[in-house]
């Protein structure tokens, strides 16, 4: 017993903002940007929409993929960084937007390797009798912490120049600013008889290392959770150490896949796809090369959608679904580090 993927979906909003578009709000350009992560293009939530709009379009697609009716679903998983509220989580939105009446609906934040504990998850709900046909969704919305406000100069809506005040603080994050993008990701995931669904998985958590990646402000550790001051001082925007987080990635990921590989007596041959989270071109190719997979095996969309967090893999596992190269019977390997910070791997039988 076990899970199968029955159907997949994804979604992105607006129109696609490219690099050279960047440049309209800070010092930076398409060959800055592309050698440093690969990265092209990404997309952004116009105001107004959320994590959860995101989601529920791509929900949508993957239930008409899976070809089942809605009401089949027993369950809901979500994973973002970026939720609509402070709370209730957006796994209840999402629900509600698409009629799931009294589905139980459940957030987790693992944020870029939300993904690996989501499968860890459903496959305990569905061992366990709680679930037999479960939505998974992974959606974010990272224009709310993007460094600048002359969005109609970045979407070509104004030829005006930004002041030199709002390009310095743009600038000061902009390593940051440049690698994340909007968009969902879903599946329909099914219990099955046949050999399908987890056959493995390492995940662990470091939360000694969980400032290298943070947003300082809207915590509950201050008395109001929301201080005035916290916009001037760039509270909203996250913290980033670029430069140890590729690190924590380059070692931690490829050991950890070797060890799993080793404790199921299997060698890099024997697995069809590496399906990485999309966080950087670059780290992938360390990984890559680290670990001794072939190019064509490592399949990546980071240059068009950035790094969209807990919906790269579900986004990634779309495409290639739809493009007919994922197929039933397939081990597969999935790969992640997020926040928290937390990182693993896990193989799934498709």
Known sequence: MGFEIIGTGHYVPGKPIKNDDLARVMDTSDEWIAKRSGIRQRHFCPEGQGASDLGTEAAKKAIEAAGIDKSEIDYVVLCT???????????????????????????????????????????????????????????????????????????????????????????????????????????????????????????????????????PGGGFRTRPYWKESYFDEEMYIPRMDGAELFRFAVTKLPKTARELLAEKELKVADIDWFLAHQANQRINEFIRDKLGVPEEKMPMNIDRFGNTSAATLPILIDELTRAGKLKKGELNMLLALGAGIHWGCALVRW
Not at 92 to 108: E, Q, S, T, W
Not at 129 to 157: N, R, Y
């Open 81 to 215: 960084m970026t939720p609509d509220y402070i709370f209730p989580g957006s796994a209840a939105l999402v629900a509600g937007n698409l009629g799931l009446d009294k589905v139980p609906a459940l957030d987790i934040r693992q944020q870029c390797a939300a993904m690996l504990f989501g499968f860890q998850i459903m496959d305990g709900l569905i061992a366990s009798g709680a679930a037999k046909t479960i939505l998974f969704v992974g959606a974010e919305a990272h224009a709310g912490f993007m460094p600048w406000m002359d969005w109609d100069v970045l979407e070509g809506k104004s030829d005006r120049q930004v002041t030199p005040e709002a390009r310095e603080k743009a600038n000061r994050h902009r390593a940051l600013a440049i690698l994340f993008g909007d968009g969902a990701g879903a599946m329909i995931v099914r219990k099955t008889d046949r050999d399908a669904g987890l056959r493995g998985v390492k995940l662990f958590t470091d939360g000694d290392a969980a400032k290298l990646l943070y947003v």
